[in-house]
């Protein structure tokens, strides 16, 4: 299988930046990949049921296993995609709420 060669071969590869900046991408992409799933099986409350699970994953992995690299990276996917997901939500909130304000007065 190709997947478990690609895998074997950043693991055993001595160029970290790379794989850290692969590893980091992978991270986000399961991480979005978790919230679609989540969305599409519990409605809006998968989003928030997604966040949760989402930092107390990154709440046990830094303080379990802060010296695994590829860990490490991964869970700073993680995390980015957590937060752009919170940002992107609080903006949404603010310009739905700016536009029914608009169309009460």
């Given amino acids: 299988m190709p997947i478990q060669k690609i895998i074997r071969r950043a693991l055993q590869s001595s160029e970290t ?6 590893f980091f991408l992978a991270g986000v992409f399961l991480s979005a990949i978790f919230f679609l799933l989540m969305l599409k099986a519990l409605g809006s ?24 690299m590829y860990l ?24 739905f709420y700016g536009a029914a304000q608009n169309l009460l007065n």
């Fill in 17 to 22: 930046l790379g794989n850290r900046i692969i």
């Fill in 45 to 68: 409350w998968g989003i928030y049921i997604a966040l949760g699970a989402s930092f107390t994953l990154n709440y046990w992995l830094k303080k379990h296993r802060r010296n695994k």
């Fill in 72 to 95: 490490n990276s991964l869970n700073n996917g993680l995390i980015t995609f957590n937060v752009f997901t919170v940002i992107v939500l609080i903006l949404i909130m603010v310009v």
